[in-house]
């Protein structure tokens, strides 16, 4: 059977690709480029494809940047830095962004005779992120279900687990954690001080393992 995971190049949906392919599905990956200030992450999205032998297909649609606005999409913001459940990290929300995204990927999915659409929604973004939540979900379930005939089934398996129990899945699966991206800023190193960061830093810290990627400041593990 085949499914599309919809795929950022972060922590959670790599766990996602990795733990949809280990099911028996033919997998299939869709990035997006949605005006975002870096497209780092797509770069690590990338190098997990290729070592997973996964087809990748990259969307632009930087025009969304030019419709909404958030630390993420516009330059004269600052990304907020500070822990991930704090009020100014509502400034890193981008208006409706998995609303577009999931309707683009179940076209895709729709052409290929996908019967899954995998998206690694989870508990830690509900606070922030209200295109994260399970009520959405079912919302978008339903809507993507009856977008077309084929039945298209929208899956989230994530989105009542926590980031370090995400951790402890791809742990498991053997997930390659420093072909990963997290951190809001594009720099050479994850800049540890962006809610992103934090949230993951914390999950590695949690389950006791050392994050393999490097940081700018030092962090005892």
């Known amino acids: ?36 200030k870096h497209s780092k992450e797509l770069e690590f999205a990338k190098k997990t494809c290729s070592l997973l032998s ?19 999409t516009t330059k004269t913001w600052d990304v907020p830095e500070g822990y991930y459940t704090d009020s100014t990290m509502k400034q890193t929300v981008v208006p409706n962004r998995n609303m577009v995204l999931l309707a683009i990927s179940a076209a895709y999915a729709i052409s290929l005779g996908a019967k899954k659409l995998f998206y690694g929604a ?17 919302a978008m379930k339903n809507a993507l279900y009856l977008a077309d005939y ?9 989105v009542d687990m926590k980031k370090e129990d995400i ?33 993951r830093i914390e999950a590695f810290k949690k389950v006791g393992v050392k994050d393999p990627i490097e940081y700018e400041i030092e962090i005892d593990w």
């Open 167 to 199: 951790l402890r899945r791809g742990l498991e699966l053997g997930v390659d954690f420093s072909l990963t991206w997290s951190c809001y800023k594009g720099g050479q190193k994850a800049c540890g001080r962006c809610g992103t960061c934090t949230e």
């Open 150 to 158: 084929t039945g298209l089934e929208l899956e989230a398996p994530y």
């Open 1 to 36: 059977m085949r499914a599309v995971v919809v795929l950022s190049g972060g922590m959670d949906s790599t766990t996602l690709l990795y733990d949809v392919k280990s099911q028996g599905y033919e997998v299939y990956a869709i990035s997006f480029l949605y005006g975002q």
């Open 54 to 72: 996964v087809p990748h297909k990259i969307v632009n649609i930087s025009f969304f940047a030019e419709l909404a606005t958030s630390a993420l």
């Open 122 to 138: 989870h508990a830690g973004d509900h606070p922030i992120y209200p295109d994260c939540r399970k009520e959405f979900v079912e």
